[in-house]
């Protein structure tokens, strides 16, 4: 049993001479009870390291052929096993639960279309930075990533495809069942597989595609349902995102931006925009550019009674500062929000 330089992570691994690689399992230690992924079966000192990290309360499977040890470890520890709820009645074990995309606090499974089977999916935590893939990716030749002969896949362009949910310049690691495992560079290594494997529709996403999330603030005054597009299709200098804004909804704080320049597109609805030289309704068709600096401080909102969709665009800069007038914040490179010496929350003040 091996720890990793990320925050509750563990490997335990088999070398197999007649794949020329390494298969690997993972343990998450973490308040709620530890998770297995893909479990091997474990040597007993392997055992004795796992019962020493307080056991495993949830086992977590990819799909069907990684199953491995996971009856074994279910029985010794008295974890429960969960699976995609596709993929479930594919095992040999009974499955005690199933999942769809919010597997636990923390963590999202993600479905793979074009897989070995029909429910087989990775998991990302929550900020994006790690994402554990079962044999969906091989981490062979080590350092670079490749896929299973196409004969045992689905669809290897629909593989290529969902993968793209992975496709993140957030993602730093790429933990992987069989193979070597990518601790850094994970990004530009999924871009080389998906662009060779996926070719130009890679690059494209239509808008009846779209995934939409929602999010808001503890008190509802700021909610929207957005869905990423930039990022899902490659993009990394310049963003773009699509947003279903609700009547008397906001969408974010009055802010402006040190270097990213922004240009909001309305697709329906009449949202409104608030600046410091007044506040101004918008309808479909309208573009509207923010400049950077304070002249281009701006907040958008829905005064209306019906739905709004803005399409928002925007320049990607890793080294950013926002400004937010109305509570006197800063948000430094993304990372860190501060009003004098201060971290606050995001919505602190607004």
């Not at 335990?12 to 079966?41: H, I, K, T």
Request: charged fraction near 25%; aromatic fraction near 8%.
């Amino acid at each position: 049993m091996q720890g990793l330089a990320l925050p509750g992570l563990h490997m335990w691994s088999q070398w197999q001479p007649d794949r020329g690689m390494f298969f690997s399992s993972f343990l998450w230690v973490r308040e709620g009870g530890n998770v297995a992924f893909d479990p091997l079966p474990l040597s007993d000192d392997d055992a004795r390291a796992v019962e020493a990290l307080g056991g495993v309360a949830t086992i977590l499977l990819t799909n069907r052929d990684h199953e491995r040890g996971a009856a074994a470890m279910r029985e010794r520890f008295g974890a429960r096993v969960l699976s995609s709820r596709a993929e479930a009645e594919l095992f040999e074990l009974k499955v005690d639960e199933t999942f769809d995309r919010q597997v636990m606090p923390g963590l999202s499974a993600i479905p793979l279309e074009g897989a070995k089977t029909p429910g087989e999916v990775a998991f990302l935590t929550e900020d994006r930075a790690v994402a554990i893939v079962g044999d969906a990716i091989l981490g062979t030749p080590a350092g670079a990533l490749s896929f299973l002969p196409d004969a045992k896949l689905g669809d290897p362009v629909a593989l290529a495809l969902s993968l793209r949910r992975l496709w993140s310049p957030r993602l730093r690691t790429l933990l992987l069942g069989d193979g070597a495992s990518l601790y850094v560079g994970a990004d530009d290594a999924l871009t080389a597989l998906l662009e060779t494997r996926g070719g130009p529709a890679v690059n494209r996403v239509n808008v009846d595609e779209l995934e939409y999330e929602f999010s808001s603030d503890v008190d509802g005054k700021y909610a929207s349902r957005d869905a990423e597009i930039g990022w899902s299709i490659g993009a990394r200098r310049l963003g773009y995102q699509m947003v279903r804004l609700p009547a008397g909804a906001h969408f974010c704080p009055m802010h402006s931006h040190d270097k990213e320049e922004e240009l909001f597109y309305v697709i329906e609805g009449r949202p409104a925009v608030r600046t410091p030289r007044g506040n101004l309704q918008l309808r479909p068709g309208d573009f509207m550019a923010f400049p950077v600096g304070a002249r281009g401080a701006h907040q958008l909102l829905n005064e209306s009674d019906a739905d709004a969709l803005i399409l928002l665009l925007g320049a990607d800069d890793d080294d950013e500062v926002v400004y937010y007038p109305d509570s006197r914040k800063v948000l430094v490179c993304r990372r860190r929000l501060m009003m004098r010496q201060d971290t606050l929350d995001y919505f602190d003040g607004e």
